[in-house]
């Protein structure tokens, strides 16, 4: 059976890159329908270093190629799920793609992304050496639910499995997924100084309370959402002290991050030629993740400093002399920190905005009026909103207060029209939904020296 589902894996995963479809999860999804045990079987085989998975809302393509990027440093090798399928079939296509006709995958480590609602089966399937949960945000309610349910979820698989666990201590939900558990296979990271400038969010806070109480938190330091330095108010639960710890921040713009973290009381600068928090947060947790498979500081630190963007999150493409960023928003807390890092410190650059409501961007896009876009409503540039869902994006901009935009629902024609507004060798900002996001990035790449993603 495992041989009859690779055949038939490896010609659909053929037949699809011959048509351009890039191969994401079609190969999975027809292997499924066969060997619905098709991924246990080639685990069981493969991987002697073990098995990392990487979930969360936020932050788990760009962690999972920086992870890569340390792996590749190191000398260990890897099977990763980079084409950005993280269900079970999209793993499934992996590895297809990567294994021999019997079934074999020359990979010291599997390293998947893994979307949260899938994480109860793949921990179960898998059997991971490691599991990395990035944050919790309200996300895509239509098919997640609310955010205790998927901590729930969370909690049950992380009780059955024997992983070491890597937690972002400044998010409390995900803090609180540690009760319970053994401290020898808990480990955490976090933000102890960020003097930058901050959005005042508060429509985006998801969680108020102890995870362990009704009782509330209360911040001394609140970086984005329910993000920050907490303690409840009946001291039933506080910010646990984070193993990877970022104790100084030196440098922020939209280019760079410099900045001193400590690992376990060592410390190491970081020159992370990535903007944002967010990125902040996700070198910290690729580097929680490196330590735990014992790699020395020095190859983190140097693969940090030379890491790339992953596609379509914080790109820079150049476009007919323009510098296209390519900034992928799905949430609020995502977009707030779009509009944080960029909109805030650039507030003359053209910005296009692009949402749609594909499944795989989500159909409720009631979670624009829980974003911060009144902080943008005195920004001088200008502005074009397109995408299946325009008029909604440009009602909410209506309701914040902007007033220089323009609506193009054809995302062609508001390609060629925020190029027209830029000036050569000047940047704008593109902010796209996922879907969108792969749309106009194809358009894109035709006309520069990027790479198709899958590639």
């Not at 108010?233 to 002290?241: A, I």
């Not at 710890?245 to 060592?266: G, H, Q, Y």
């Not at 790339?308 to 920190?337: H, V």
């Not at 000047?426 to 792969?438: D, N, Q, S, V």
């Amino acid at each position: 059976m495992l041989f009859i589902s690779l055949i038939l894996g490896k010609i659909t995963l053929f037949f699809n890159r011959l048509t351009g479809s890039g191969g994401s999860a079609m190969p999975g999804l027809a292997v499924e329908k066969i060997n619905s045990n098709f991924i246990e079987f080639l685990a069981v085989k493969n991987f002697p270093k073990g098995v990392i998975l990487i979930t969360g809302t936020n932050g788990k393509t760009t962690t999972s190629k920086m992870i890569a990027g340390i792996l590749d440093k190191a000398g260990i090798s890897y099977l990763h799920n980079r084409a950005g399928s993280n269900l079970p079939r999209g793993i499934a296509s992996a590895m297809i793609g990567a294994s021999s006709i019997l079934g074999k995958i020359k990979a010291d480590i599997g390293l998947f992304e893994v979307d949260e609602a899938a994480i109860p089966k793949l921990t179960l399937m898998l059997q991971p050496k490691i599991i990395l949960v990035t944050n919790l945000f309200r996300d895509q309610l239509d098919r997640y639910g609310e955010l205790d349910k998927t901590a729930r979820l969370f909690k049950q698989a992380f009780e059955q499995s024997n992983a070491a666990i890597c937690l972002n201590s400044d998010d409390p939900l995900v803090a609180g997924l540690s009760l319970g558990l053994s401290k020898k296979h808990i480990s955490f990271y976090g933000v102890s100084d960020y003097p930058d400038q901050l959005l005042d969010d508060l429509h985006s806070i998801d969680v108020t309370t102890s995870p362990v109480s009704s009782s509330k938190l209360v911040y001394s330091k609140r970086y984005f959402g329910h993000v920050g330095i907490y303690e409840t108010e009946n001291q039933d639960f506080k910010r646990p002290k984070p193993d990877v710890e970022l104790v100084k921040l030196k440098k922020s713009d939209i280019n760079r991050s410099e900045f001193i973290i400590k690992i376990n009381e060592t410390l190491e600068k970081i020159n992370l030629p990535l903007a944002g928090l967010y990125n902040i947060y996700n070198s910290l947790a690729a580097t929680a993740v490196a330590s735990k498979l014992g790699i020395r500081g020095k190859i983190i630190i140097d693969t940090l400093n030379h890491i790339s963007p992953a596609f379509g999150r914080m790109e820079i493409i150049k476009y007919y002399d323009r510098n296209l960023y390519l900034l992928l928003i799905k949430n609020p807390t995502g977009l707030n920190q779009i509009i944080q890092t960029f909109l805030l410190k650039k507030p003359n650059t053209p910005v296009l905005i692009i949402i749609n409501d594909n499944i795989a961007d989500g159909r409720d896009v009631s979670w624009l009026w829980d974003s911060a876009v009144e902080a943008i409503s005195k920004n001088k540039g200008p502005m074009l909103v397109s995408g299946i869902r325009a008029y909604d994006m440009g009602l909410r901009l209506k309701y914040a207060g902007v007033k220089n935009f323009l609506i193009e629902p054809d995302i062609n024609l508001a390609l060629r029209k925020i190029v027209e507004i830029t000036p050569k060798n000047k940047p704008a900002f593109i902010l796209p939904t996922y879907t969108a996001m792969l749309n106009i990035r194809a358009k894109i790449v035709k006309k520069s020296e990027a790479k198709e993603f899958w590639k």
